[in-house]
Protein backbone atom coordinates (compact mmCIF):
# COMPACT_ATOMS: atom_id res chain seq x y z
CA UNK A 1 0.00 0.00 0.00
CA UNK A 2 2.88 2.29 0.08
CA UNK A 3 2.53 2.86 -3.45
CA UNK A 4 -0.67 4.33 -3.19
CA UNK A 5 -0.41 6.17 0.05
CA UNK A 6 2.29 7.97 -2.00
CA UNK A 7 -0.22 8.60 -4.72
CA UNK A 8 -2.99 9.88 -1.78
CA UNK A 9 -0.01 12.19 -0.07
CA UNK A 10 -1.53 10.33 3.08
CA UNK A 11 0.10 7.70 5.19
CA UNK A 12 -2.43 5.69 7.00
CA UNK A 13 -1.60 4.69 10.98
CA UNK A 14 -4.41 2.06 10.50
CA UNK A 15 -3.76 0.55 7.03
CA UNK A 16 -7.41 -1.60 7.62
CA UNK A 17 -8.86 1.32 6.81
CA UNK A 18 -7.26 1.72 3.37
CA UNK A 19 -8.00 -1.65 2.21
CA UNK A 20 -11.99 -0.77 3.88
CA UNK A 21 -12.16 2.02 1.39
CA UNK A 22 -10.47 -0.50 -1.65
CA UNK A 23 -12.60 -3.30 -1.02
CA UNK A 24 -15.80 -3.86 -3.11
CA UNK A 25 -19.51 -5.35 -1.82
CA UNK A 26 -18.46 -8.26 -4.36
CA UNK A 27 -15.87 -9.38 -2.54
CA UNK A 28 -17.17 -9.21 1.03
CA UNK A 29 -20.72 -8.45 2.24
CA UNK A 30 -19.50 -7.76 5.97
CA UNK A 31 -20.13 -4.05 6.44
CA UNK A 32 -17.09 -3.06 8.06
CA UNK A 33 -14.39 -4.89 5.93
CA UNK A 34 -16.61 -3.04 2.10
CA UNK A 35 -16.52 0.51 1.35
CA UNK A 36 -20.13 0.79 1.35
CA UNK A 37 -20.59 2.69 4.70
CA UNK A 38 -17.40 4.55 4.33
CA UNK A 39 -18.30 5.99 1.07
CA UNK A 40 -21.55 7.23 2.71
CA UNK A 41 -19.55 9.34 4.97
CA UNK A 42 -17.13 10.15 2.46
CA UNK A 43 -19.78 11.63 0.28
CA UNK A 44 -20.70 14.27 2.72
CA UNK A 45 -16.84 15.35 3.49
CA UNK A 46 -16.81 15.85 -0.24
CA UNK A 47 -19.76 17.73 -0.48
CA UNK A 48 -19.16 20.00 2.26
CA UNK A 49 -15.29 20.64 1.46
CA UNK A 50 -16.64 21.71 -2.80
CA UNK A 51 -19.31 23.62 -1.42
CA UNK A 52 -17.15 25.66 0.52
CA UNK A 53 -14.18 25.74 -2.12
CA UNK A 54 -16.79 27.27 -4.35
CA UNK A 55 -17.99 29.54 -2.09
CA UNK A 56 -14.54 31.00 -1.36
CA UNK A 57 -13.44 30.72 -5.00
CA UNK A 58 -16.95 32.26 -6.60
CA UNK A 59 -17.91 35.11 -4.33
CA UNK A 60 -20.08 37.07 -6.16
CA UNK A 61 -21.89 34.38 -7.95
CA UNK A 62 -25.87 33.43 -7.29
CA UNK A 63 -26.91 29.93 -5.33
CA UNK A 64 -28.04 28.55 -8.63
CA UNK A 65 -24.64 29.07 -10.31
CA UNK A 66 -22.87 27.46 -7.34
CA UNK A 67 -25.21 24.77 -7.28
CA UNK A 68 -24.98 24.11 -10.92
CA UNK A 69 -20.92 23.79 -9.75
CA UNK A 70 -21.72 21.71 -7.09
CA UNK A 71 -23.06 18.99 -9.13
CA UNK A 72 -20.54 18.88 -12.00
CA UNK A 73 -17.87 18.74 -9.47
CA UNK A 74 -19.51 15.79 -6.83
CA UNK A 75 -21.35 13.93 -9.41
CA UNK A 76 -19.64 9.65 -10.14
CA UNK A 77 -18.01 11.24 -13.42
CA UNK A 78 -16.00 14.03 -11.83
CA UNK A 79 -15.07 11.64 -9.17
CA UNK A 80 -13.85 8.56 -11.12
CA UNK A 81 -11.80 11.23 -13.24
CA UNK A 82 -9.93 11.69 -10.46
CA UNK A 83 -9.55 8.53 -9.00
CA UNK A 84 -8.08 7.58 -12.85
CA UNK A 85 -5.64 10.06 -12.69
CA UNK A 86 -4.06 8.51 -8.98
CA UNK A 87 -4.75 5.22 -10.77
CA UNK A 88 -6.72 3.80 -8.47
CA UNK A 89 -8.16 1.06 -10.43
CA UNK A 90 -5.30 -1.16 -10.23
CA UNK A 91 -5.44 -1.25 -6.49
CA UNK A 92 -9.69 -1.81 -6.23
CA UNK A 93 -10.37 -5.59 -4.62
CA UNK A 94 -13.61 -6.79 -6.22
CA UNK A 95 -14.64 -10.57 -7.40
CA UNK A 96 -14.71 -8.92 -11.27
CA UNK A 97 -12.01 -7.15 -12.28
CA UNK A 98 -14.21 -5.13 -14.58
CA UNK A 99 -15.91 -3.74 -11.93
CA UNK A 100 -12.71 -1.85 -10.91
CA UNK A 101 -13.10 0.59 -13.70
CA UNK A 102 -17.02 1.25 -13.39
CA UNK A 103 -17.54 5.23 -12.52
CA UNK A 104 -20.01 4.55 -9.98
CA UNK A 105 -17.39 1.87 -8.48
CA UNK A 106 -14.52 4.63 -8.74
CA UNK A 107 -16.56 7.41 -7.49
CA UNK A 108 -17.84 5.41 -4.38
CA UNK A 109 -13.97 4.21 -3.87
CA UNK A 110 -13.13 7.33 -4.25
CA UNK A 111 -15.42 9.14 -1.47
CA UNK A 112 -14.96 6.01 0.79
CA UNK A 113 -10.86 7.17 0.40
CA UNK A 114 -11.97 10.28 1.82
CA UNK A 115 -13.81 8.74 4.83
CA UNK A 116 -11.06 6.52 5.85
CA UNK A 117 -8.59 9.52 5.94
CA UNK A 118 -10.56 11.44 8.23
CA UNK A 119 -11.27 8.27 10.20
CA UNK A 120 -7.56 7.50 10.30
CA UNK A 121 -6.64 10.73 11.39
CA UNK A 122 -9.80 11.86 13.37
CA UNK A 123 -9.09 15.12 11.92
CA UNK A 124 -11.80 16.74 9.47
CA UNK A 125 -9.77 19.41 8.04
CA UNK A 126 -7.42 16.75 7.11
CA UNK A 127 -9.80 14.80 4.58
CA UNK A 128 -11.03 18.37 3.83
CA UNK A 129 -6.95 19.11 2.69
CA UNK A 130 -6.79 16.06 0.59
CA UNK A 131 -9.96 16.97 -0.89
CA UNK A 132 -9.11 21.08 -1.80
CA UNK A 133 -5.64 19.31 -3.47
CA UNK A 134 -7.36 16.53 -5.87
CA UNK A 135 -10.38 19.00 -6.69
CA UNK A 136 -8.69 22.12 -6.67
CA UNK A 137 -7.42 21.69 -10.62
CA UNK A 138 -10.94 21.66 -11.61
CA UNK A 139 -12.46 24.39 -10.18
CA UNK A 140 -11.42 26.81 -12.45
CA UNK A 141 -12.86 29.88 -13.18
CA UNK A 142 -12.85 29.85 -16.91
CA UNK A 143 -14.98 26.66 -16.65
CA UNK A 144 -18.73 27.21 -16.95
CA UNK A 145 -21.40 24.99 -15.17
CA UNK A 146 -22.89 22.68 -16.80
CA UNK A 147 -26.44 23.71 -19.01
CA UNK A 148 -29.04 23.03 -16.76
CA UNK A 149 -31.69 22.04 -19.92
CA UNK A 150 -34.69 21.60 -17.44
CA UNK A 151 -34.53 25.35 -16.80
CA UNK A 152 -33.91 26.32 -20.19
CA UNK A 153 -36.99 24.09 -21.72
CA UNK A 154 -39.36 25.70 -18.83
CA UNK A 155 -38.57 29.28 -20.01
CA UNK A 156 -38.55 28.01 -23.88
CA UNK A 157 -41.77 26.60 -23.26
CA UNK A 158 -43.34 29.94 -21.70
CA UNK A 159 -41.36 31.83 -24.60
CA UNK A 160 -44.01 29.67 -27.48
CA UNK A 161 -46.74 29.77 -25.06
CA UNK A 162 -46.88 25.86 -24.65
CA UNK A 163 -47.87 23.41 -21.53
CA UNK A 164 -45.24 23.50 -18.72
CA UNK A 165 -42.57 20.45 -19.11
CA UNK A 166 -43.89 17.20 -17.46
CA UNK A 167 -41.41 14.80 -16.73
CA UNK A 168 -42.21 11.02 -16.52
CA UNK A 169 -40.00 7.80 -15.91
CA UNK A 170 -41.22 5.16 -18.64
CA UNK A 171 -38.57 2.52 -18.16
CA UNK A 172 -35.94 1.09 -16.09
CA UNK A 173 -33.38 -1.35 -16.72
CA UNK A 174 -29.81 -2.61 -15.60
CA UNK A 175 -28.36 -3.78 -12.68
CA UNK A 176 -29.24 -2.61 -9.62
CA UNK A 177 -26.16 -1.08 -8.42
CA UNK A 178 -26.10 0.27 -12.25
CA UNK A 179 -29.62 1.40 -13.42
CA UNK A 180 -30.15 3.03 -16.70
CA UNK A 181 -33.85 5.33 -16.82
CA UNK A 182 -35.69 6.47 -19.48
CA UNK A 183 -37.73 9.77 -19.23
CA UNK A 184 -40.45 11.15 -21.49
CA UNK A 185 -41.04 14.95 -21.43
CA UNK A 186 -44.21 16.10 -22.96
CA UNK A 187 -45.42 19.63 -23.69
CA UNK A 188 -48.56 19.28 -23.87
CA UNK A 189 -50.01 16.15 -26.66
CA UNK A 190 -48.41 17.84 -29.15
CA UNK A 191 -44.53 17.87 -28.16
CA UNK A 192 -42.41 14.36 -26.52
CA UNK A 193 -39.40 13.83 -26.11
CA UNK A 194 -37.14 10.96 -24.34
CA UNK A 195 -33.80 10.59 -22.50
CA UNK A 196 -31.77 8.16 -21.16
CA UNK A 197 -29.45 8.27 -18.26
CA UNK A 198 -27.66 6.50 -15.41
CA UNK A 199 -29.78 8.23 -12.93
CA UNK A 200 -33.41 10.15 -13.08
CA UNK A 201 -32.00 13.50 -13.21
CA UNK A 202 -29.49 12.64 -16.25
CA UNK A 203 -32.36 11.31 -18.20
CA UNK A 204 -34.57 14.43 -17.35
CA UNK A 205 -31.60 16.82 -18.57
CA UNK A 206 -31.01 14.41 -21.77
CA UNK A 207 -34.97 14.60 -22.48
CA UNK A 208 -34.94 17.98 -22.26
CA UNK A 209 -31.91 18.65 -24.14
CA UNK A 210 -33.77 16.63 -27.29
CA UNK A 211 -37.09 18.74 -26.96
CA UNK A 212 -34.68 21.72 -27.07
CA UNK A 213 -33.77 20.76 -30.19
CA UNK A 214 -36.88 19.77 -31.47
CA UNK A 215 -37.93 23.30 -30.68
CA UNK A 216 -35.06 25.01 -32.38
CA UNK A 217 -33.24 26.19 -29.14
CA UNK A 218 -30.31 27.17 -30.53
CA UNK A 219 -27.11 25.86 -28.83
CA UNK A 220 -28.83 23.43 -26.53
Known amino acids: MNKLEQKLGYTFNNPMLLTQALTHSSLTADIHKNYERLEFLGDRILGLTVADMLC ?20 KEMVAEIMRELNIPEFIKAANADVRTKDNVLCDVGEAIIAAIYLDSN ?55 EPIFMVQVSLGADYVSHGQGSSKKHAEQEAAATMLNKLGQPNA
Not at 58 to 67: I, N, V
Open 56 to 75: HTFKDEPEGSLAQRFVVLVC
Open 123 to 177: NLQTAMDFVRRLWQPHIDKKSQPKKDYKTMLQERAAILKLPAPVYEVIAKSGLEH
